[in-house]
């Protein structure tokens, strides 16, 4: 089955770096503001089925004799180990990360950006760490007063406090790891120092979602609310673009609140009138013009939608984000009509599971542990938990061995190569979990695959796996999380817990 697609991302490259070209040519320096994911933009892949998930990057590459990039961090995220849920890591982790990437794409990092620094230990440790290493580091203090006292914010003991930044390019892009991280008080304060000099200024923004051009209850647009469900951002008529222009444009609430302090304080660095009258002015985000098929996209962006209320659901019984964000999920999934059965994978994956409980060894306290896997050809393959390995691992051999056309009977994997393993973890490395979880099988199937030529085939065929979609009846451990996440399947699991364990699970 060929995999149906809805966008077009050369088309959205060119008109976008067309577009903040043209923007940069009124400054003689552009302070572009990133929202969201630089790199492995897994969002807006799923919900634009054509879109790269390194486009912007790709971007900034096209760009890169002209742009160099600041990166922003709350000192506050430092010391509380704040940690990325799609990568894993904890903040500090991620921008080593994200420096590594950058300079894979030959785009210059000028610096790291400690935002609303206080002398934090961990901060001053991480901080340590960057120059040890050559990366520039500057301190921003936290302004009292900041957004909404422009008087304070805009003087010597607002941001005549801060460091500025000495940059040698034109288009500055300054981004994070996350919300809060700093950047539009990084972008207004090189604003501000920047007038003091003497030279010309600008600020936009490049934020992807909500996209401005498509009507507010678009199945993409409602997608992002579920994205940040947790954030509380709601989708709105843009009130000031409306006003100005007589046309209809979308925006985020919290862009919208912000808008006249942003507007006044920017007036106040330059002293003279913004040459944007709206939120939607300030932004440059093209990507609404490289939608090709729309009723695609809506379908990719309902199950979307789908996926995001079952992490929801996940995050809410592990205790990490509170009933409000539930509820709102659960209003957005009826404001589209849609159900946790849409997503195709689930249905085998519970019926599966219904069935395992009728076994009279199963502990009826418990889910027993199934993931289905649904292919891209639409072909749905189920695995189960056992002592041996974890459902995750079996549906993932049962998929290769599919697509490989290896019988059911065949075995992949010796027992002399897996019982090692099992043993190492339980007993010399005092593990609780007796079954062996996807990366641990993918190990062993790699050593199989050395002499075993059936393997080797099964093996070959881990890269047809990706854009696969998977449904677990248990909450999924973060080792199998990441596996697949790696391999391109997407991943969703219902709120139980596979087992007693607080810890291991």
Not at 75 to 85: L, Q, S, V
Not at 116 to 123: D, E, K, L, M
Not at 339 to 354: G, I
Not at 380 to 404: F, P, Q, V, Y
């Amino acid at each position: 089955m060929t995999k149906k697609i809805g966008f077009d991302p050369q088309k959205y490259i060119e008109e976008q770096s067309k577009y903040i070209l043209e923007r940069v040519n009124n400054y003689d320096k552009l302070y572009l503001e990133f929202g969201g994911k630089l790199i492995g933009d897994m969002h807006a892949k799923r919900v634009l089925p054509g879109f790269d998930e390194d486009a912007k990057i790709k971007l900034l590459h096209k760009l890169k004799d002209q742009t160099e990039i600041i990166i922003c961090v709350y000192a506050g995220d430092i010391e509380r180990n704040k940690i990325r849920g799609d990568y894993g890591i904890t903040y500090d982790m991620d921008i080593l990360r994200l420096i590594d990437e950058l300079s894979d794409y030959e785009l210059a990092v000028n610096s790291v950006v400690i935002t609303r620094y206080n002398g934090q230990p961990s901060t001053k440790i991480f901080m340590n760490k960057l120059r040890q290493r050559g990366m520039k580091v500057y301190t921003h203090r936290e302004i009292e007063g900041y957004p909404v006292n422009v008087d304070q914010i805009v003087s010597d003991e607002g941001f005549g406090q801060n460091e500025y930044i000495p940059t040698t390019k034109p288009i500055v892009v300054v981004t994070g790891p996350g919300a809060g991280s700093g950047k539009l008080a990084t972008c207004l304060n090189q604003l501000y120092h920047e007038s003091r000099y003497g030279h010309t200024g600008g600020y936009s923004k490049f934020e992807t979602f909500p996209v401005w051009n498509i009507p507010l209850k678009h199945p993409v647009n409602i997608a992002y609310e579920a994205a940040t469900v947790d954030l509380k951002d709601i989708n709105m008529i843009d009130s000031f673009h409306y006003d100005y222009y007589g046309k209809v444009a979308i925006n985020y609430n919290r862009d919208i609140e912000t808008f006249p302090i942003i507007k006044r304080t920017i007036e106040r660095i330059t002293g003279k009138e913004a040459e944007f009258h709206s939120p939607t002015d300030m932004g440059v985000n093209r990507i609404g013009f490289g939608i090709t098929d729309d009723d695609v996209v809506q379908e990719a962006a309902k199950q979307e939608i789908i996926r995001r209320y079952f992490e929801t659901e996940s995050n809410y019984k592990k205790g990490l984000t509170d009933i409000d964000a539930l509820n709102r999920m659960q209003i957005i999934m009826e404001e589209l009509d849609l159900k946790p059965e849409d997503r195709n994978s689930v249905s085998p994956a519970r019926e599966y599971s219904e069935r395992l409980k009728d076994s009279p060894d199963w502990d009826k306290e418990f889910t027993p542990p199934v993931m289905a896997l649904e292919l891209t050809d639409g072909t749905i393959i189920t695995g189960r938990g056992s002592e041996l390995m974890d459902a995750s691992a079996s549906a993932l051999l049962n998929a290769i061995k599919t697509l490989a056309n290896i019988g059911d009977e065949i075995l992949l994997l010796s027992p002399n190569i897996l019982e090692p393993i099992q043993k190492l973890k339980t007993k010399e490395l005092e593990g609780r979990v007796t079954s062996l979880n996807i990366s641990e099988i993918l190990i062993a199937l790699s050593i199989s695959a050395v002499t075993n030529p059936t393997a080797q085939l099964a093996y070959s065929k881990l890269s047809a796996l990706r854009d696969g979609q998977a449904h677990s009846t248990v909450i999924l451990n973060k080792d199998d999380e990441q596996v697949l996440r790696s391999l391109g399947i997407s991943s969703t699991c219902d709120p139980n817990f596979p087992s007693k364990n607080l810890y291991y699970i």
